[in-house]
């Protein structure tokens, strides 16, 4: 006869060695619960909860757990609901442990169990190919690039479990790179979570695929068609290259209109795939996007051509929560709102969004006058632009910026960077052309793909 699990008392012991602080009570208390808690109940319990085998690990081992499903199993229980939860692997114990499950030759549905691991830890101690054999849905959720950099100089083979790449930047792994990592590695996807920020937007993957088609529009539609001035100093470089980047940005990428009503009109699980699509750097392929998005495009963008970004996450004095960047030109850091210039960026306007320091980004919405009285060959650059409106700033690694380009000038650069590849077409086989050349194939990009490599860029302008 099945006896009934009496889950209330299992919660009041686990609960209580939980929070105990004295490590001799603590002791006590463990030895409470593995005498009067079998690890069949204790499993039971373990899986309610929202990370599934949590409290059956703090007690017992990953071999136990094993030990406890396979008797299960054997007394004709169905364990299906328990092998399709994920199981955490951290430590080297947990691996020995699936190492040591890995060799047996009998069947079980015990594989079907989701391994998450996290790390390098599986390839350094696991034996790789037999656990992915034994566990066909394991996967390297959390694997950093810097890592997998460290284990691709060594003479192995670490196939047999798929891996999820973790990136800052798609700068940090152009295609090359990646063909190169599919050599030794069975790859799933690619997950980009900016280091330091506290605040995510959407860290879900995109398969290896989504990935490939991503970053082949970024080469081919948008670093193919920049043009650099090879003379010029870095922070004119940095910004000849950011505009046209915003420039073949705002072309290709337009703001989902219909975003905000689709919230009313599907279920919570719709809506949060839908927002996955439209919050990060898919929208360079699917053409629609959202602030979230615009500003993970043009970070991920920016990196490509070695100009540092940060999105940042904060509010607006009318719409709610937004997204933003900030971006270093130079030595210098601006706020730059893509979401809010995008139009003025397509029609070549001015805008208040574009390169601002802090006074003017962060307030109410309202008219600013720059440059007022001056001239420049003879033509007056006062002008007036809308700036401000925004307000919080959630991150914690955000950077002060103190100075702003006249929008009068990033007008200027914003026509400018759509005449580049005009100018080359026609003057640049003149011998005495000095203008912009392409900047794939320049000595810029050159100095970029090297300055990877190194800890701090040399970079040489006059």
């Not at 790390?119 to 959720?141: E, T």
């Not at 700068?171 to 030794?184: A, C, H, T």
């Not at 632009?385 to 100075?403: I, L, Q, Y």
């Amino acid at each position: 006869m099945k006896t009934e699990i009496n889950y209330n008392m299992i919660n009041d012991l686990y609960m209580g060695w939980l929070n105990e602080r004295d490590p001799f009570m603590q002791r006590k208390r463990l030895d409470d619960i593995t005498r009067r808690i079998s690890p069949h109940d204790l499993l039971m319990y373990s899986i309610r909860y929202a990370m599934p085998f949590q409290a059956f690990k703090d007690i017992f081992s990953l071999k136990y757990l094993f030990k406890t499903l396979e008797e299960m199993e054997k007394r004709g229980e169905d364990i299906t609901n328990i092998t399709n939860k994920i199981l955490i692997i951290q430590g080297v114990e947990d691996i020995q442990g699936l190492n040591d499950f890995a060799q047996k030759r009998t069947e079980s549905k015990v594989g079907n169990l989701r391994l998450k691991f996290q790390g390098s830890n599986l390839f350094r101690f696991g034996d790789v190919k037999n656990i992915g054999k034994k566990f066909p849905y394991a996967c390297v959720n959390f694997i950093d690039i810097e890592s997998i950099e460290q284990m691709l100089k060594e003479e192995k083979d670490y196939k047999g479990v798929p891996i999820i790449i973790t990136i800052d930047n798609m700068g940090e792994l152009p295609l090359d790179k990646l063909n190169n990592i599919e050599r030794k590695f069975d790859v799933a996807g690619i997950r980009i979570i900016e280091k330091d920020r506290n605040v995510s937007i959407e860290q879900s993957p995109i398969s290896l695929e989504g990935y490939k088609q991503i970053r082949a529009v970024v080469d081919n539609e948008i670093i193919s068609k920049l043009y650099v001035t090879e003379y010029a100093n870095k922070t004119a470089i940095d910004i000849q290259l950011a505009t046209q980047i915003f420039c073949l940005i705002v072309d290709k990428v337009k703001y989902d209109k219909e975003y905000k009503g689709k919230y009313k009109q599907m279920s919570l699980d719709e809506w949060f795939s839908y927002y996955s699509g439209v919050s990060n750097i898919t929208g360079l392929v699917t053409g629609k996007t959202i602030c979230g998005g615009y500003a993970e495009i043009l970070r991920n963008v920016l990196s490509c051509v070695d100009i540092k970004s940060k999105t940042i996450v904060g509010k607006t004095a009318s719409e709610g929560c937004h997204a933003w960047n900030q971006i270093e030109l130079g030595n210098t850091w601006f706020n730059t709102d893509l979401t809010w210039a995008a139009e003025q960026i397509r029609e070549e306007k001015s805008s208040g969004d574009l390169f601002m320091s802090d006074v003017a980004f962060f307030g109410n919405r309202r008219e600013m006058i720059f440059d007022k009285g001056q001239h420049r060959n003879g033509t007056s650059m006062e002008i007036e632009a809308t700036v401000g409106g925004h307000t919080n700033v959630f991150n914690t690694n955000s950077e002060k910026c103190e100075s702003y380009l006249s929008p009068y000038l990033t007008t200027i650069l914003i026509k400018r960077a759509r005449q580049y590849e005009e100018d080359y077409k026609k003057y640049g086989k003149s011998s005495d052309y000095k203008g912009a050349v392409p900047y794939v194939g320049s000595s810029i990009e050159k100095i970029h793909s090297s300055s990877k490599n190194i800890e701090t860029p040399a970079y040489s302008g006059r």
